[in-house]
């Protein structure tokens, strides 16, 4: 089960990357030597950044950090929140270009 969410994971890391690139592409006027650094550059600070202001947002409200410690998660929760959100936000991006003409 943990294998599959890895793995879906990892394909929406690709397309994500894959769609950063292609917008990347459109919005600069002169392409960049390596596209595909800066769009995975792109997803890692993004989701550092979600991570930040959640665990922020944990402290500040006072939410106890031990909440999910009786799941079998590998990993923090709050980072894969982080991880999917930033997987998501280039597609949340394109639609509301589309929206907006």
């Known amino acids: 089960m943990q294998a599959l969410g890895v793995i879906f994971l ?5 397309i994500s990357v894959r769609e950063r690139k292609y917008l990347m592409m459109w919005r600069s006027q002169q392409p960049t030597s390596n596209q595909l650094a800066n769009a995975l550059s792109q997803l890692v600070g993004t989701a550092g950044g979600i991570y930040l202001s959640l665990e922020l947002l944990f402290s500040f409200l006072k939410i106890p950090e031990n909440w999910w410690s009786d799941s079998a998660f590998l990993v ?24 907006r003409k």
């Open 76 to 99: 923090e929760p709050l980072a894969v929140i982080s991880l999917l959100l930033a997987i998501l936000q280039p597609f949340v991006l394109s639609i509301w270009l589309k929206l």
């Open 10 to 14: 990892l394909v929406g890391v690709v």
